[in-house]
């Protein structure tokens, strides 16, 4: 496991590389998001997402997945838009809210079991660098909290202990 300090203020880029070299190898990465840590692997690599998937305990075929784009034009790529949903979409992002769309063609056959996608614009400065460098979208899933020890979704030196 490694670890990366990576400040929000200014994602360092050399940081933000790395981590994107973690994602296109396949690997996993944690990373804040405008309201948890979150999981997060290249949305279009189906083995990373699968291995979240194991990780989790989701079954694809039973729970929605989701994930991350940089900006709305990715959203219309990834996940069928209407103007309804487009206008929604515009006056709410980015911000901390996912909104299930129909899944497109563009996503692996893993995500269309469900016939519809999870899909975010984050308001966090880190989360979208590491979108952007990667160039397509992250699946994203929050880390496990315990309703007991809810810090434990928002420290990362408290994740990295877990």
Known sequence: M?????????????EIGKAVEVLREGGIVIYPTDTIYALGCDALNVRAVERICRIKGINPQKVNLSIICRELSWVSEYA?????????LKRNLPGAFTFILPTSSSLPKIYKNRKTVGVR???HAITLALVEALGNPLLTTSVSVDDEEPE???????????
């Open 2 to 14: 490694r670890r990366l300090k990576i400040y929000e203020e200014n994602p360092s880029a050399t």
């Open 152 to 162: 434990y979704g928002t420290d990362p030196e408290l994740i990295a202990e877990r």
């Open 121 to 123: 614009i984050p308001d």
């Open 80 to 88: 069928k838009l209407n103007n309804l949903y487009f206008k929604l």
